[in-house]
Structures are given as C-alpha cells and as structure tokens.
T-cell receptor
Framework: SQTIHQWPATLVQPVGSPLSLECTVEGTSNPNLYWYRQAAGRGLQLLFYSVGIGQISSEVPQNLSASRPQDRQFILSSKKLLLSDSGFYLC?????????????FGPGTRLLVL | AQSVTQPDIHITVSEGASLELRCNYSYGATPYLFWYVQSPGQGLQLLLKYFSGDTLVQGIKGFEAEFKRSQSSFNLRKPSVHWSDAAEYFCAVGPPDFGNEKLTFGTGTRLTIIP
C-alpha cells in the first residue's frame, strides 16, 4: 500500500532563515505531487504541483519554491522566511490512472516563523 | 474559475444527532467532488468522492453525500454522529477535463460534538 511521509512534523524558525520541508511517497511510481498551505480559517491553498521529476508548476507567486529531485520526493524551500509563511503545510499525491484520480494527504508540517 | 462554498464555519451537534454539512460549488460543468476530514494537527483523510453515476455516494465512517446538479450542491450527511466525528470537514472540487490535478477547497466547517 502507498504511504506518504512529511518531516519535520513541527518547525519553529526565525524570520529570514532558510526552509526545507520534505515529502516522500512510498509504494507507488510516478505520482503527481502537491504542496498546499493551510492558514487558519482559510482552507487549503495549492502552492505547487509536479507531474514528474524536475517538473514544477507554481500556483501562487510567493517566497517559496519547490523541487522534485527524485520520482517520489518533493521538497518545499525558501531562502528567507517571512512571518506570513507561518502555517500548516500539507503534501499530497495522486496517480494519473484514468480519470478517477484522488489526492491523498500526508500528516503535515506545522511551521511557525517568529 | 471554479469555486467552493461551505457556508457554515462552525456547527455544533449533540452526540447521536443527525448531521448535514453544506457544500456548494460553482463550475461550468459537473466537476469531480470530494469530502475530506481533518482531525486537529493531522493531514486530510478522504471520506468520499463523486465522479459520475449514482448521485448518492457512500463513504467511510458512516458518511454519505448527495450530488444535486440543479442546486450545485454536494452536502455531507451522517444519520447519527459520534464524539470521534469532531473534526474539520472540507469539500473540494476538481475539473473533470484535467482529472484532479488542481483541487479547489472550501474554507472548511468545524464540527463540535456535545455529549
């Protein structure tokens, strides 16, 4: 069965510091991968998605970037964190297997920028 | 552009009572529709989904949802809630022409269960 991991689970970082959040998927090949941010009372905002290694689509211009160095690894980064980057970051995966796709989510990383 | 509205930010129900969470969407065609549940500090778990066919969809944990095209709605229901159902619930839509590469989520409904 497929599993998705995110780490760290919680992170407290000072403003201006760099960021690296990692997401990995096990038990599947060539998944679509997604990064979402969840702010309190605002639902989920899609940040990036990737349909393959090195292929990244950005949904919202911002202080963050994403990379996919391996098939089942998706990394969210920032060179300099802002206070507004605080939030709950969720990684998700899906498989392009016909038309009935579903996204499955990881446990999330809570980021607090001080 | 597609959009999702969950008009109820917070709902409180008694344990054992019935539940209905509302979801309305805006889209030019029939989208793919999903309900997810999120326990505090956790990721999202898929409850159920609608792609086509029978408009009444059964999901996990005793939940069901009904797609009503005429009302552009996909409301989530449960006949009798349990204390463990307390969580945040998200409705989401995805365009059928691109699969669900891009899901649009509602802002969520927080469910509180009282004894």
């Amino acid at each position: 069965s497929q599993t998705i991991h995110q780490w760290p689970a919680t992170l407290v970082q000072p403003v201006g510091s760099p960021l690296s959040l990692e997401c990995t998927v096990e038990g599947t090949s060539n998944p679509n991968l997604y990064w979402y941010r969840q702010a309190a009372g605002r639902g989920l905002q899609l940040l990036f998605y990737s349909v393959g290694i090195g292929q990244i689509s950005s949904e919202v211009p911002q202080n963050l970037s994403a990379s996919r160095p391996q098939d089942r690894q998706f990394i969210l980064s920032s060179k300099k964190l802002l206070l507004s980057d605080s939030g709950f970051y969720l990684c998700a995966w899906s498989l392009l297997a016909g038309v009935q796709e579903t996204q499955y989510f990881g446990p999330g990383t809570r980021l607090l920028v001080l | 552009a597609q959009s999702v509205t969950q008009p109820d930010i917070h709902i409180t129900v008694s344990e054992g009572a019935s539940l209905e969470l509302r979801c309305n969407y805006s889209y030019g065609a029939t989208p793919y529709l999903f309900w997810y549940v999120q326990s505090p500090g956790q990721g999202l778990q898929l409850l159920l989904k609608y792609f086509s066919g029978d408009t009444l969809v059964q999901g996990i944990k005793g939940f069901e949802a009904e797609f009503k095209r005429s009302q552009s709605s996909f409301n989530l229901r449960k006949p009798s809630v349990h204390w463990s159902d307390a969580a945040e619930y998200f409705c989401a839509v995805g365009p059928p022409d691109f699969g669900n590469e891009k899901l649009t989520f509602g802002t969520g409904t927080r469910l509180t269960i009282i004894p």
